[in-house]
């Protein structure tokens, strides 16, 4: 158990449709990051949120967008999805922004 | 963007086994990390290497930060059923944490009875 939370752990849009994803981060920590997973394949980074703020970006388009709130918890907002946005998204909370990230066990989202 | 070279992809190994998989980057990393993940499940933090040289243990398995600071390798020694899984290296490059973590795309651990 790491301490990070997810939610929902699955669910299933159709393509266009929007979905926000939660995380709530380990206590102590203040960094928040967000990571793609696709089938088979290594996480690959989306985001990162310090103090409220995104310090860091990956290379995915402005319809991935989030949110850090005061509580360090965090969100994950996807606009007009599309079929390849189906993976896995997993939550990883740190002490700072190179730290040892601990993740959540991540929310499945199946687009159709 | 950064990529990290994984190997071997899969290993098909008997129990008690010893294994030894690596990752190599053509750009350096500060810090190296080490995970293991099962099938839907997050990624669990196995080792963590931030200098270069550094050799760590975490009960079976030990894993180093190469010299270059290029490469990182994992062994974990006398393997048991519950080693199952897929090994991730992940490492943040020398330009800092806003590129966040990259991966490499695992090693698959098979263990036969």
């Known amino acids: 158990e790491t301490g990070v939370t997810q939610s929902p752990t699955h669910l299933i849009k159709t393509r266009g449709q929007q979905v926000t994803l939660r995380c709530s981060s380990q206590?102590?920590?203040?960094?928040v990051s967000w990571y793609q997973q696709a089938l088979g394949q290594g996480p690959q980074f989306i985001f990162q949120y310090y103090r409220e703020e995104e310090n860091g970006r990956g290379n995915f388009p402005p319809r991935f967008s989030g949110l850090q709130f005061p509580n360090y918890s965090s969100e994950l907002n996807v606009n007009a999805l599309e079929l390849d946005d189906s993976a896995l998204y997993l939550c990883a909370s740190s002490f700072f922004t190179t730290g040892e990230l601990f993740f959540g066990e991540g929310s499945r989202l199946t687009v159709l | 963007g950064q990529q990290l070279n994984q190997s071997p992809q899969s290993m098909f190994i008997q129990e008690g086994e010893d294994v030894s998989m690596n990752c190599t980057s053509s750009?350096?990393?500060?810090?190296w990390l080490w995970y293991k993940q099962d099938p839907g499940e997050g990624p669990v933090l196995l080792i963590a290497l931030y200098k270069a040289g550094e050799l760590t243990s975490n009960g079976r398995l030990t894993a180093q930060f190469g010299i270059t600071r290029k490469d990182s390798f994992l062994n974990i020694s006398a393997s048991i059923p519950s080693d199952v899984g897929i090994y991730f290296c992940a490492g943040f490059p020398s330009g800092g944490g806003a590129d966040g973590l990259t991966f490499g795309k695992g090693t698959h651990l098979i263990i036969q009875p």
């Open positions: 750009s350096i990393f500060n810090t």
């Open positions: 206590s102590g920590h203040n960094t």
